[in-house]
Each structure stands twice: as C-alpha cells, then as structure tokens.
C-alpha cells in the first residue's frame, strides 16, 4: 500500500480548512491503520472550529489545540493493516484482524498517572491524547484523525468491534451514546437516600443536539418517568419526541420564567429530580440549577470546550438546595460495547436510522461544520471517500 497519498482535511486554524494529502504510512509495532468509513462532526468540534480551543482546563494539564490537525474522533471504519505480528484483539477480548468494522476509541491514556492508577474515568488521564484534537497533524505520520481516508492508531489506543448488525451510520453514535455513562452513574450514585437518579423520576434535557438526544433515550432506557426536552430548534425537538421524550418546549418562544414555571408544574412545584446539559453553554448550566428540585442532580456534559463563565448564587444555586453537580467530560471504554449493543436492541423502538441527516465529503468539510451547527440538522458526518 505504501506509495498511495491519503487525502485529508486539516483545521490549520479556526474556521480554516485546507484539504491536503499525506503519505499512506505503514503501522509498526503495536499500531494499526484504519480505513474511515464515517466520521462524526461532534460538539468538541463545533467548538474547535469556532475558535474555542481550551480543553481539559482546571486540571493540571490543561490543553491547547496544536493546529494543524485533522479532526474527527467519532470513528468507524475497517482495519486495513496491523503493525508487527499482526494480532490485536479490541477492548472486550475479541480478536480482530484486517477486514473487521471498528471503532476506535478517542483518547489513549498512560495507564501509570495518578488518575490512571485511582480508577479515574480514562479521560482524565494527564497525559492523554485525543485523536482528531490535541494530536498535530505537522509530525509523521499525521493521520491522528477521522476527517482523513485513513486513521494512524497508535499504541495504548483501545478499539471496540462493530457488530454485523449495527449499520456504521448508527455506529457512528456509540462515542456521544457512550458519553451517556454520566446516567449510569447517576444510576449508581442514586442507591444513597433521596438521590437521583431513580426509576420514574423527572429527566430535563436541556440541549437536544446529538448528545442531548442520546440522553434522551437514555434516560428512556434507563427507566426515567417525564422526560423534558428544551432546545432552540423545533426540527430537533420533534425528533427528540420521537426518541422518548414526552414535553418539548422551544428555548427561543419561552422564557427561562416560563420554562421554570413549566419544570415545576410537571413536578407538584417541586422541581426536576435530574437536569442534563448538552447545550453547550455557560449560561444553561444556571438555568439547570433552578429547574433542579432539592437535592436534585445537575449532569453537566455540554461545554467540554472552555466556553467561558457565569454567575451564580452559591446560597440559592448550591446550599440552600442541596444540589449535586456530576461533571462528565467524556465516555468510558467499557460503554462502547454495551451502547452499540443497545443500539442494536433499540433499532426496532427509536428511528436510529434517522440519526445521521447528512453526509458530505472532504471537498465540503467547510459546509459539513456550518450544516451541523444549523437547526435543521442532528448528527452530519464527514465520509471521507465521496
Ligand atoms: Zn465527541
Ligand atoms: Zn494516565
């Protein structure tokens, strides 16, 4: 294979993309190429491309994105070479070889930092590098994300097998679908009295992009009682309907007031037992607070890009209330296989199929970016060989 050139697209600064080619590398020892079937366009990337690009800041190793790079870390494709003895097997023991559909995992974490060694969440690995974002796509061999006919895997990363019955347009969820996560902790944390997150309890989703949305089943999966979604796009919200939620209320022709007023009146004024945040900005994560009952649960997933700050009462938002705040700043390895199991299962209940609105090719990366932030779109991915 060596000799072919692997068209990409590079993000060489905010709202910049140039399409280059790169050299077709072979893996070493321990590495893997992957051939991209689909890439997702994900919220992080959203954010990137705007301009906001500080991530994993209020940790001891804050990062920069290092431009140039090729984003995309939602990835599916088939293994076209394995480094050394060519054996490798993915996260759940199966053996994989060239040909199989996988995913592969985004970040690729140290396994001896402190965080590493406590059973910290992977992310919060101090060391770790994240394909299609804080990876430079300046070094050899360049190929560290999805927007890119081919991926370079580099040691330590973890993969997950694609079940033959899970279509690579609904795969290509499993990273947002594995984000939810955040929910089974909440499961977990709920066995202490009067916590969420238990069965029947109110759920608002506040954001019903792609991640939001992913909650929102969830939270339906999960047994959830009235689920709530509020988001500024009627398209979206309707969809969101169509995935379990029950009330819809457009965040653009409601006030935050009256958005209060509605949380408390589905729930005898007492507020919601669990707020999840997928918008994506400062000021929702107040507004969460407020629809919270007391010692309810806020599930704070959206800005994983630092998108700035906001004020807060600590009497009235925190004390007084009792509230508790779960940070989720990604997935675990182990949700992968078991979201693209459900995906599978849920096939038949939700229109998955439906999920991914549009696809576009590396020519049109530019316009991919602008059609996901529209609101007449969920998830759009890039397919790097049309
Ligand atoms: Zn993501
Ligand atoms: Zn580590």
Not at 24 to 38: G, K, M, Y
Not at 65 to 85: L, M, R, Y
Not at 253 to 277: F, K, M, N, P
């Amino acid at each position: 294979m060596s000799g072919h050139r692997v068209l990409a697209a590079a993000l060489v600064e905010p709202g910049h993309y140039e399409l280059r080619e790169y050299p077709l590398p072979s893996p070493a020892l321990d590495c893997l190429l992957v051939r991209i079937e689909v890439s997702g366009i994900c919220g992080t990337d959203k954010h990137t491309y705007l301009g906001y690009t500080g991530q994993y800041g209020g940790q001891g190793t804050p990062k920069q994105i290092p431009f140039p790079i090729i984003q995309g870390h939602e990835n599916v494709g088939t293994i076209a070479a394995i480094g050394g003895d060519g054996r490798c097997t993915d996260f759940e023991g199966i053996p994989l070889k060239v040909g199989d559909r996988v995913i592969v995992g985004p970040n690729v974490s140290c396994g001896t930092c402190y965080f590493c060694r406590h059973d910290f969440p992977y992310y919060c690995c101090e060391n770790t590098v994240d394909y299609g974002n804080n990876i430079s796509a300046k070094d050899p061999p360049h190929l560290f994300g999805g927007w890119s006919q081919y991926l370079y895997v580099v040691p330590g990363s973890f993969l997950v097998r694609v079940p033959d019955d899970l279509p690579s347009e609904i795969a290509v969820l499993t990273e947002i679908m594995a984000v939810t996560v955040g929910l089974d902790r909440a499961k977990q944390i709920s066995s202490f009295p009067n916590e969420s997150f238990l069965f029947d309890d109110t759920v608002v989703v506040l954001g019903t992009g792609p991640l939001g949305m992913c909650f929102v089943m969830k939270a339906r999966m999960l047994g959830a009682g009235t689920v709530v979604a509020i988001d500024l796009s009627d398209y979206r919200l309707d969809f969101a309907r169509r995935l379990g939620a029950d009330v819809i209320l457009n965040a653009r022709q409601t006030s935050g007031v009256e958005r209060l007023a509605r949380v408390r009146e589905l729930t005898h004024g007492r507020g919601a037992d669990v707020v999840i945040e997928c918008a994506g900005v400062p000021e929702a994560v107040r507004e969460g607070l407020e629809m919270l009952r007391v010692g309810g649960l806020l599930v704070e997933a959206g800005n994983f890009s630092d998108m700035g700050e906001i004020s807060l009462s600590p009497h009235r938002h925190l004390c007084a209330k009792n509230v508790r705040i779960l940070g989720v700043g990604g997935e675990e390895p182990a949700a992968y296989g078991r979201s693209m199991r459900q995906m599978v299962r849920y096939q038949r209940h939700y229109p998955l199929r439906e999920f991914v609105t549009h696809r576009f090719g590396l020519r049109q990366v530019e316009a991919a970016m602008q059609k996901s932030m529209a609101a007449d779109s969920m998830k759009v991915v890039i397919d790097p060989w049309s």
